[in-house]
């Protein structure tokens, strides 16, 4: 176990202003860390269901307080996503995944030019717990459900796509020395394969295959021809970016 930072307050949504908006790229949809980041997963069915027993008891008991109530979040496929309310206040716990130390450092990373919730504790497997990692709680609105429920004028719809843009070039301006996985809490990177180079052409046909279904045709030529001539797979970043 290890005690990563203050008592709480965890990230379950996110308001619809500036910071937060920064938060909501590394918390998607209620509490998701934006840390798919090269960490092997196991089976997704392995980690995902409600909080066991042991596993509300055993945060409850590393953060010194007694649990009122628990509610499951929206988000994630490899993990359970969890409001846990507790005497002195709320958490969001993160349960399942394959190395929550390392997703911790990840954010630890990225903090330095995004906002990020913080994390308070990252917890082993063990006794039929998940491994866990416990986030400060930030009330607020999923930015999904602000687009989803107001009406916006072109100009304030721009500016929101600037914001996540600006966010987004954030999280990328953490580089690596070489593209690859994660070995350690400490991030150091094992050296991949050769065919880990074809993640450009990936995103290419990916990029390809949206522009011949939906409307963003105008745009696919630019971004294909920035992808063709950048080097970012050294970079900080999320798969669904």
Same mark, same amino acid.
């Given at each position: 176990?290890?005690?990563?930072?203050?008592?709480?307050?965890?990230?379950?949504?996110?308001?619809?202003?500036?910071? %937060?908006?920064?938060?909501?790229?590394?918390?998607?949809?209620?509490?998701?860390?934006?840390?798919?980041?090269?960490?092997?997963?196991?089976?997704?069915?392995?980690?995902?269901?409600?909080?066991?027993?042991?596993?509300?008891?055993?945060?409850?008991?590393?953060?010194?307080?007694?649990?009122?109530?628990?509610?499951?979040?929206?988000?994630?496929?490899?993990?359970?996503?969890?409001?846990?309310?507790?005497?002195?206040?709320?958490?969001?716990?993160?349960?399942?995944?394959?190395?929550?130390?390392?997703?911790?450092?990840?954010?630890?990373?990225?903090?330095?030019?995004?906002?990020?919730?913080?994390?308070?504790?990252?917890?082993?497997?063990?006794?039929?717990?998940?491994?866990?990692?416990?986030?400060?709680?930030?009330?607020?609105?999923?930015?999904?459900?602000?687009?989803?429920?107001?009406?916006?004028?072109?100009?304030?719809?721009?500016?929101?796509?600037?914001?996540?843009?600006?966010?987004?070039?954030?999280?990328?301006?953490?580089?690596?020395?070489?593209?690859?996985?994660?070995?350690?809490? %400490?991030?150091?990177?094992?050296?991949?394969?050769?065919?880990?180079?074809?993640?450009?052409?990936?995103?290419?046909?990916?990029?390809?295959?949206?522009?011949?279904?939906?409307?963003?045709?105008?745009?696919?030529?630019?971004?294909?021809?920035?992808?063709?001539?950048?080097?970012?797979?050294?970079?900080?970043?999320?798969?669904?970016?």
């Amino acid at each position: 176990m290890l005690p990563l930072g203050r008592p709480f307050t965890a990230t379950a949504s996110v308001p619809y202003d500036a910071d %937060n908006l920064r938060r909501m790229a590394l918390v998607r949809n209620c509490a998701t860390p934006l840390l798919e980041f090269g960490v092997r997963r196991t089976a997704w069915w392995h980690q995902t269901g409600p909080m066991r027993p042991e596993e509300i008891h055993g945060i409850a008991a590393a953060l010194g307080s007694a649990v009122l109530g628990t509610s499951r979040l929206a988000g994630g496929f490899s993990h359970e996503t969890c409001l846990l309310t507790l005497t002195d206040g709320q958490v969001v716990v993160r349960l399942g995944g394959a190395a929550p130390a390392v997703e911790a450092a990840v954010m630890a990373a990225a903090s330095r030019h995004v906002p990020v919730p913080q994390t308070l504790l990252v917890m082993a497997s063990g006794d039929g717990a998940r491994p866990a990692m416990v986030l400060e709680y930030v009330a607020g609105t999923p930015l999904s459900r602000v687009l989803s429920g107001l009406e916006f004028s072109e100009g304030s719809l721009a500016d929101l796509g600037a914001e996540v843009g600006r966010v987004v070039a954030g999280i990328g301006a953490v580089t690596f020395e070489r593209r690859g996985f994660f070995a350690d809490e %400490n991030l150091s990177v094992n050296k991949e394969r050769p065919w880990s180079g074809s993640v450009a052409d990936s995103a290419i046909r990916s990029v390809a295959r949206c522009a011949a279904e939906s409307v963003v045709g105008s745009v696919a030529d630019s971004v294909i021809g920035r992808i063709s001539t950048s080097d970012c797979s050294t970079r900080h970043h999320h798969r669904d970016i």
